[in-house]
């Protein structure tokens, strides 16, 4: 069984940083990309981030030059560091990993989910 687990979120005041952590474990034969979602109230989830394996990185617009996706591939663990925060990024936040868990697995690999981690930002 292949577990997300993420950590980090809580309350923030605009202007603010806030880290979040997501660890995959259980049985993993290689991890593709990870990406960080989030989903505000009323509003569709959508992507925020995304890192490749090879650390090559994309955003979404609303969070460029603000936001910060890295992983650490030893860890299989990939981290979204926020910054200037705005009250428009209050959402819950979803950590998702493109994961092989043998090496029969397909090679395009599975999409798995974290269970989410709320972000609030106080204006």
């Known amino acids: 069984q292949v577990q997300l687990v993420e950590s980090g979120g809580g309350l923030v005041q605009a202007g603010g940083s806030m880290r979040l952590s997501c660890a995959a474990s259980g049985a993993i034969f290689s991890v593709g990309a990870m990406a960080w979602y989030r989903q505000a109230p009323g509003k569709q989830r959508e992507l925020v981030a995304i890192?490749?394996?090879?650390?090559?990185?994309n955003y979404a617009d609303s969070v460029k030059g603000r936001f910060t996706i890295s992983r650490d591939n030893a860890k299989n663990t990939v981290y979204l560091q926020m910054n200037s925060l705005k009250s428009e990024d209050t959402a819950v936040y979803y950590c998702?990993?493109?994961?092989?868990?043998?090496?029969?697995?397909?090679?395009?690999?599975?999409?798995?989910w974290g269970q989410g981690t709320q972000v609030t930002v106080s204006s």
């Open positions: 890192v490749t394996s090879g650390g090559s990185a």
């Open positions: 998702n990993a493109v994961i092989r868990r043998s090496s029969w697995s397909r090679p395009n690999g599975d999409d798995y």
